[in-house]
Nanobody
Framework: QVQLSESGGGSVQAGGSLRLSCAASGLSASSTCMGWFRQAPGKEREGVARINFGDLTIYADPVKGRFTISRDNAKNTLYLQMNGLKPEDTAMYYC???????????????????WGQGTQVTVSS
């Protein structure tokens, strides 16, 4: 049974940093497409970042240059380092995983079979 458990969310001021963690069980983080989505109140869910088997990383335009996705294979854990946070980054952040080593093109939520429960990030101005 696959489980994804996020942690690390919280409240910060604009310009601050947070690091989200996603502990995975039931799958190998090193050989699976994994990523992060977010959803703000009243807005559609959107992709943030993803990483595939070959460590190819892709970022959504709003977070490029500020966020970094990475993983620790020994800990089977995915991370999202978020720097230069802005109020528009406020959202529930979800860790996601697919069944393939390679990520699909685009940010279709349906391409990810497994979702964590989410962790809230709030950025104040």
């Amino acid at each position: 049974q696959v489980q994804l458990s996020e942690s690390g969310g919280g409240s910060v001021q604009a310009g601050g940093s947070l690091r989200l963690s996603c502990a995975a069980s039931g799958l190998s983080a090193s050989s699976t497409c994994m990523g992060w989505f977010r959803q703000a109140p009243g807005k559609e869910r959107e992709g943030v970042a993803r990483i595939n088997f070959g460590d190819l990383t892709i970022y959504a335009d709003p977070v490029k240059g500020r966020f970094t996705i990475s993983r620790d294979n020994a800990k089977n854990t995915l991370y999202l380092q978020m720097n230069g946070l802005k109020p528009e980054d406020t959202a529930m952040y979800y860790c996601v995983a697919g069944r393939s080593p390679f990520c699909s093109v685009g940010w279709r939520a349906g391409d990810y079979n497994y979702w964590g429960q989410g962790t809230q990030v709030t950025v104040s101005s």
